[in-house]
Structures are given as C-alpha cells and as structure tokens.
C-alpha cells in the first residue's frame, strides 16, 4: 500500500509539473527554458526540504539484526524461477514504460504540429491517464475485488499496445487528429500497468 501510495503522489506531481510548467514555455526560446527549468526545480527542492523537515526527530534507531549480504541474497531470489522471469518482466517493460516519452513528444512535434510547450503539457496529461489507471486499479482491486493483480497486469499491457497502434495510426492523419485523447488512453493502461506489477 506504501509503494502504491507513494507512485500515485509522484505521477500526480509528474502530471501537474509538465501540465503547468508546458503552458510557460510558449512561445519557446532557450532562455525561457532554463528559466522554467529554475523555477521547477527551485519549487521541487523547497517542497523536497518542507516534506523532510523534522523527520529524524520521529526515527528511533535500534540495533538491526546481521542480515545476509547482498550478493548471497541475489542470487538466492535468482535462484527461482518465477521470481527471475517476473524481475526480467518488469525490467522490460519498466524499460518500454519509461522510453516511450522519450519518443512522445518528438513525435507529437514532428507528426503533430506540436509546440515544445504543448509537448511537455502532452506528457502531463498522459500522467494524468497514468493516476487515472492507478486508481482504478487501486480502488477496484482492494476495494472492490474485482479481478487478481495478474489479469490487471494483462489488462494495462494489451490495453497499452492497442494504445500505441492508435497513437501511430492518428500520425497517419497529422495535426488535426485527437492525440491528447488517445496519449491519455495510453497513459490509463500504463497505470493499471503499473500499479498492478508493483502490487504483484
């Protein structure tokens, strides 16, 4: 519940970073890039030092038990199988996960049209699809019961292919096709995606 926790307030930041800091950067120079850069991360550290502040006031330090070193650990986990295939599924589609914004928003400014401000908005509302799926997720399978991790999983991975041939089919239209939609659809299997394999 902590690490869902957790990944729901960084994507619901992601999204509200690239969202707002988009809208300041048109009309794009390279000076007023750096300037929104040091206006975010100038925000993102206070806000890193106000959420730290006091906090080892509340830990308590206590003796731990001699725990096995990690190497050994490693390769008693590697040791099984299905632990190994599921760490390398992950791996890979964490990977594929991650590298597609790499590839979004040139593409959205190349096929699309899109300003280097509308791109950066793009991603945020993608990430707004990601806490969107997560949710989903997080409500339907704890509270709700419907369905296991594993058919969550498969879900937010068939759901995220079928997203990404849209996504290129639009790029057959150009700057007229409804993008935003079809990014936000892809974002919503990439959080069902997500929450599910970390809850798994």
Known sequence: AAATITWLM????IAMTAGVSGQFLDPYTPARLMQVVAVVTGLAFAVTCLAVLGIERS????????S??????LREIWAE??????TLFVFLSMTAYFMQELILEPYSGLVFDFTP????????AQNGGVFLGMVLVGVAG????IGSLRHWVIAGCLGSAASLVL????????PEAPLVPAVVLMGFFNGM???AAIGS
């Not at 960084?10 to 930041?13: E, K, L, T, Y």
């Not at 996504?167 to 150009?174: A, F, K, R, Y």
């Open 10 to 13: 960084m994507i619901f930041g």
């Open 59 to 66: 830990v308590v330090a206590r003796a731990e038990r001699q």
């Open 68 to 73: 096995a070193p990690f190497l050994e650990g």
């Open 81 to 86: 199988p299905k632990a190994r295939l599921f």
């Open 117 to 124: 401000g509308q791109s950066t908005s793009l991603s945020g």
């Open 142 to 145: 704890t509270a709700l019961r």
């Open 167 to 174: 996504i290129s089919t639009l790029g057959q239209i150009g």
């Open 193 to 195: 995606f997500a929450v």
